[in-house]
């Protein structure tokens, strides 16, 4: 026979609660045919909403609070709590047929109509928040219950004591029936409403037929003098409008029961909301007729001592009892099964890991046992206060809070401007909802500042916990379109041109083919996550060969990129282009990267590994090859930062998509030759794309970093050791000072807001201080500005040290400025000189910056060949090409006289033309 796993339909099947008085979740069950669901799902407007909305709502406040209310507030003041209290809830069910009514939603009450509509944060805090609100309801009925018994029957047990304890047999026998047979009593729900509405109307009929009325004390018939009288307050000591409002609030809750129904309704869009209405209208007209009759025909001074006076009134007490006794064991009872379920759907939905023994379901009806005791165990608990007006107003707060983020969540998804939200119901806009949340929050400080602060620290506690803890959920969150619509509003007004006092880095590192997965790739992301010093940071990758099996890859790659950005706690976006050759892509990435005025400004390309392979003489690795070993400590002191810890899914990617040197059947030697060929071949065409890569970049005014030997990058371990000891690591900035024309362009300041600053220098020490300000480098690091100067030139090398130092001190940049002369024969070749100077003076700095060789003739090869010179033998190095004559530093508050020159009028007040009006 088949199991019973293979017997479940794929299909979720939403368990109801017939009565509405509170949620019950989702739940897993066997379906025998699509029939059965079609023939469920047969519930109008009257059965599916109003009935269990009206059965909600009339209860014990009717029967027990509202005589009592109307002789402490008068009718005047309980008028107008009833017209707060309605207001919120008219409002409330606006919002919830609105959320109710956009897609197929099967039932599941505020958790489950929040948490899929905006998320698991503001989701699981209502749940919790809404879970207390069921597990202290069925305290709230049990023990008006119990407070009817002891008037009722004056031979049971009698005092706060005596309400206790009749109150706990009731609620253990409510629990025995939640977990055996709960179904069978929510059957009954139509009879349990006929004999509430029996004992409203006789009731009512006793009050208005003075005759057959019992003759109690204070009730003097329907009187003007009594009514007169009662329009009034007559609060006694303790009680206020606002302790009142939080007693009767109760009264008008229940409006989510037709929402609960949505799954077994034949047009929720249509039924939800006019249905709740309509419920909500008769009730208030139920309940101020009665307050009418009430204030109308006892004495203040009766409403206000005797909570059973209408008992005592109506011509027999058993009608009164047996609607007392219906509403409140059928509310407990379906307020502990709505808080089990809302538990159980908590603890499945791993939103708060502690929770999730509840998820535990037991029997064919997947009953959450578990999670009934805990609601049991609460409920019984609260019990333990005895005092039906404490537990109400506990109650007011929860379902006041519930309610400010129901509305809040149909606010959120309205302003989102998500397409996708369109409900049927259609009679609500986000001012509604906005209105609905701010008055729930401020009615429920109103009832009681301590324990609403509390209440909404608990939340916030549970919000920060599941936004911080919990897994993600396919569930769609309304905080990433949120963010979209700000996005965009702020993107269409950000100027594209920035002033140079508020210049940061925006990086494009552009990987090329066959490097992605080598030695120094963690690194080098690290420094360019450093110096991008809040602005953006993208990871560029470009797929060439064939288009198609090019854009196969797209997915995988950028699922990559994605990874190794997660993996390093990184803050960048991924950029993957598909192009016919790998300098067609760049150029289309620095020419299209980013959006608006967020672009980047600064293009990184590292030296790659078959790049270093060639300076040395040595064959490049395989591409899918790993990282060499960490350097022993015989190698140096050097410590570099554990490079193994690359994206598993960018090794596989590299690997499929890379070129790899096959050897042939000709004999190794022969092969090797082969291979050694082909790799000369595919570093110079890299070499050569590199360069004119850079070339198009400083034509488009962008900034260009080429790197190189990050590999050997010092660990934040080893920088820690060296501070330790009082022996900081340098960053060292190096400038060509070794001609008069090049000392007088690095600062000229010829008067206060006419000064000069050349852009390259600019860049180099923006650069340098940046990396130095980010963590952990600026407590264990140093700038040190080593000028390049003549061999034997006194003067000039004083003359180059004073101006880098007065150029340093109008920037607010703290280095330390060093002049090195230039050895013997530095004109013959230059880049070996320098590089001969540097790895003489900084062979042991943590990052170097230095110009790179000029392209302005167009010399690639030359421009190759000088790059690899310069940067051989020397820790991690960035050559940097400025893109822009502008400099990326200011000397003033003002900006000099040749920036405002170089700008035009778009820097002296004037702005770019934005977006006018509302951004939509």
């Known amino acids: 026979p088949p199991s019973k796993s293979a017997a479940m339909d794929s299909k979720q099947i939403i368990r109801r609660s017939n009565d509405g008085a509170s949620p019950l979740l989702p739940t897993y069950e066997t379906r025998e045919s699509e029939e059965s669901e079609e023939s469920s799902n047969k519930l109008g407007t009257v059965l599916g909403v109003i009935v269990p909305c009206l059965l909600s709502i009339f209860g014990a406040i009717l029967f027990l609070r509202l005589p009592w209310a109307v002789g402490q507030a008068g009718l005047l003041e309980l008028f107008a709590m009833f017209f707060l209290a309605t207001l919120t809830v008219v409002l409330t069910t606006l919002s919830i047929a609105a959320i109710s ?83 069978f009593f929510s059957r009954l729900n139509i009879y349990i409403l006929a004999a509430v509405l029996f004992a409203i109307f006789s009731g009512a009929l006793s009050l208005v037929a003075e005759p057959i009325a019992q003759d109690a004390d204070g009730f003097t018939g329907l009187s003007t003098t009594t009514f007169n009288d009662n329009l009034e307050s007559h609060y006694d000591s303790g009680n206020t409008f606002t302790t009142v409002f939080a007693v009767i609030f109760p ?69 009164i009892v047996a609607g007392i006794w219906a509403s409140t064991l059928s509310s407990g009872l379906n307020s502990l099964i709505g808080g089990a379920r809302i538990m159980q759907a908590l603890a499945r939905d791993n939103l708060i ?45 929860f379902f006041l809070l519930t309610y400010a983020f129901t509305n809040l969540a149909c606010m959120l998804l309205r302003v989102s401007g998500a397409p996708n939200f369109r409900p049927h119901f259609k009679w609500f806009t986000w001012h509604t909802a906005a ?98 010093k809040g602005g953006i940071f993208l ?25 190794l950005i997660d993996d390093l706690d990184v803050k960048a976006f991924p950029a993957v282009c598909l192009a016919e050759s790998w300098l067609a ?146 960053v060292d900035v190096w400038l060509d000072l070794s001609e008069d024309a090049r000392i007088e362009r690095v600062f000229n300041r010829r008067g206060p807001d006419d000064v000069d600053i050349d852009a390259e220098v600019a860049l180099l020490l923006q650069l340098a201080h940046v990396m130095h300000r980010s963590s952990p480098w600026e407590k264990s690091t140093t700038i040190r500005v080593l000028c390049a100067v003549p061999e034997n030139d006194a003067p000039r090398s004083e003359r180059a040290g004073n101006t880098v130092r ?63 010179t310069l940067t051989d033998g020397l820790p991690p190095i960035m050559l940097c090409i400025t893109g822009s004559a502008t400099p990326v530093v200011t000397t003033a508050v003002w900006p000099p006289r040749a920036l405002l020159q170089l700008h035009g009028p778009a820097h002296r007040g004037h702005h770019e033309p934005r977006c006018r009006g509302k951004a939509r």
């Open 101 to 183: 009514t956009n897609g197929d939603m099967r039932g599941g009450g505020a958790y489950f109509l929040i948490s899929r509509s905006i998320g698991p944060e503001f989701g699981g805090s209502v749940g919790v928040v809404f879970f207390a609100a069921q597990s202290i309801g069925a305290c709230f009925y049990l023990t008006a219950f119990a407070e009817n018994a002891t008037d009722t029957f004056s031979s049971l047990p009698q005092g706060p004591w005596g309400v206790v304890l009749i109150g706990s047999i009731g609620l253990a026998a409510m629990a025995v029936a939640a977990g055996v047979g709960a179904s």
């Open 251 to 319: 009264a008008v809750t229940g409006i989510m029961a037709g929402a609960n129904m949505s799954g077994d309704l034949k047009d929720p869009g249509k039924s939800i909301g006019p249905g709740t209405l309509i419920a909500i209208a008769i009730s208030i007209v139920v309940y101020l007729a009665l307050a009418g009759l009430f204030a109308g025909s006892i004495q203040s001074d009766e409403l206000r001592d005797n909570f059973s006076i209408i008992q005592d009134v109506n011509y027999s007490p058993w009608p």
């Open 353 to 397: 890991s502690c929770l999730s023994p509840f998820a535990v379901g037991q029997g064919a009806d997947d009953e959450p046992i578990r999670a009934l005791i805990l609601t049991w165990g609460i409920a019984q608990a609260c019990l333990l206060i005895g005092n039906l007006n404490a537990i109400a107003a506990i109650i007011s707060n």
């Open 435 to 532: 209105l609905g949340a701010i008055l729930s929050l401020a009615l429920m400080f109103m009832c009681d500042v301590t324990s609403a602060s509390v209440s909404v620290t608990i939340t916030i506690v549970v919000f920060a916990w599941i936004m911080y803890s919990s897994p993600a959920v396919a569930w769609g969150d309304v905080k990433q379109a949120l963010v979209y619509h700000q996005v965009r509003k702020y993107l269409l007004t950000l100027t594209t041109r920035v002033h140079p006092k508020f210049w940061r880095p925006s990086v494009l590192l552009l990987w090329q083919q066959g490097r992605v997965a080598g030695s120094g790739t963690v690194e080098l992301v690290q420094v360019c996550n450093s110096i991008k």
């Open 539 to 563: 990871l560029g990758d470009v797929l060439t060969g064939d288009p198609a099996a090019s854009a196969k890859l797209h997915g995988p790659a950028m699922d990559a990129w994605r990874e």
């Open 585 to 730: 892509g760049a150029r289309a990435l620095m020419s299209t990267a980013g959006i608006g005025g967020m672009r980047p400004n600064t293009v990184c390309m590292p030296l790659d590994q078959a790049m270093e392979q060639a300076s040395t003489g040595a064959a490049p690795p395989p591409p899918d090859a790993v990282d060499p070993a960490p350097p022993s400590p015989q190698q140096g002191s050097r410590s570099r930062s554990a490079a193994s810890n690359y994206s598993p899914r960018l090794m596989q990617l590299e690997g499929t998509r890379s070129t790899s040197v096959e050897l042939t059947s000709v004999g190794e030697a022969q092969a090797a030759r082969v291979a050694a060929a082909q790799t000369t071949t595919i570093v110079t065409s890299r070499l050569r794309e590199g360069a004119q890569a850079a070339q198009i970049a400083t034509a488009l005014g962008l900034n260009v970093l080429f790197t190189r030997n990050f590999a050997s990058l010092i660990s934040a371990e080893e920088l820690s050791r060296k501070r330790a000891d009082r022996q900081p690591a340098t």
């Open 806 to 868: 007065d150029l340093l001190k109008a920037i607010r940049i703290s280095a330390v400025v060093h002049t090195c002369p230039l050895p013997a024969g530095a004109a013959a070749d230059p880049a070996g000189a320098k590089n001969q100077l540097m790895r003489l003076h900084s062979y042991d700095t943590a990052l170097l910056f230095a110009p790179a060789p000029s392209l302005e003739d167009g010399n690639v090869e030359g421009f190759v060949s000088d790059a690899l």
